[in-house]
């Protein structure tokens, strides 16, 4: 059994709301900080599943949404702001470090798709993290994107340019879907994710993005940080994964001091159905047994 707390914490003046599962314990328990990946929120299935497995196994649990997505404050909404997020993440452990419920010397930093390469960053030079757990980690774009042409290639700048010229002159965002089929205008234009979000029970996620800061994604490479993180980390891999391809992810436990890797015969977008997610987390839940 575990409670359920609302939370809210202030990051660079924006208001981020999250979640708070407490099991039952007699001393203040370690943490678990849940990132989301691209566009998520904290109320899809899989981070619900994910913290109502670690509060079952005795761990602390939170959850919530980046600025401008969910139920954060931030305007305009659904703006992709790499470093604004890892000050989101930066501003929920500081939350965490003054919440007397819990113990703010073991936390821990999961993170799925974009979480996943964000808990990476954000877990180095840190030493109250004690272990990591970064689920199909974005290490940076793909080589190659699967299943977008030249023609979609440029429609996409022609996206990223024409949102961030309105951006500039103070204008609403020019969305474009988070999610498209395959051959789409969208940010992950790939049938495996249009499959995901068809069963995705969720009040606050939304199918659209300002694609204005998409570029900076290009520069961000997670495992730049990797070989800073003190704590053990665990990644877990899709064999099958074209999002963040094999080889790039192999890099984060490769470079990390104390990395492991569990692969398994999946694709990206599999690591969300519930069959495939609760082996996950199962590994995940031993690994912080074993850790923690």
């Known amino acids: 059994m575990h409670t359920v707390a609302s939370l809210s914490f202030s990051s660079s003046g924006a208001l981020c709301r999250g979640t708070l599962l407490l099991p039952e314990s007699e001393a203040p328990p370690p943490v678990v900080l849940l990132c989301s990946g691209f566009g998520g929120t904290q109320d ?3 981070i619900r599943a994910a913290a109502e497995a670690f509060a079952d196994a005795g761990f602390a649990a939170l959850s919530f949404d980046y600025r401008s ?3 954060s404050d931030g305007e305009p909404r659904q703006v992709m702001d790499i470093d604004g997020q890892l000050s989101d993440i930066r501003a929920a452990m500081d939350y965490i470090t003054n919440d007397l419920r819990l113990d703010a010397s073991r936390i821990v930093l999961w993170g799925t798709s974009l979480g996943g390469g964000h808990v990476v960053t954000s877990a180095a030079d840190r030493d109250d993290v004690v272990a990591v757990i970064a689920q199909v980690p974005y290490n940076g ?14 429609s996409m700048l022609l996206a990223i340019v024409r949102d961030r010229l309105r951006g500039r002159f103070g204008r609403p965002p020019a969305y474009i879907p988070l999610v498209g089929p395959t051959g789409s205008l969208a940010v992950m234009a790939s049938d495996g994710a249009t499959t995901a979000i068809d069963a995705l029970d969720s009040p606050t996620w939304r199918n659209e993005v300002a694609p204005r800061d998409l570029l900076t994604m290009t520069k961000y490479h997670p495992g730049d940080y990797a070989n800073r993180i003190a704590a053990p980390l665990l990644v877990c891999a899709a064999v ?11 890099e984060l436990a490769d470079r990390a001091p104390h990395g492991r890797q569990i692969d398994y015969d ?20 031993r690994f912080l047994e074993e850790v923690v």
Do not use: K
């Open 44 to 46: 899809t299935p899989a």
């Open 69 to 71: 997505f969910g139920v």
């Open 141 to 154: 774009f793909p080589r190659r994107v699967e299943g977008r042409t030249l023609r979609g290639t440029l």
């Open 240 to 250: 099958g994964d074209r999002e963040s391809p094999l080889d790039q992810v192999r």
């Open 266 to 285: 999946v694709a990206h977008y599999d690591v969300y159905r519930p069959e495939i997610r609760a082996r996950l987390l199962a590994d995940q839940v």
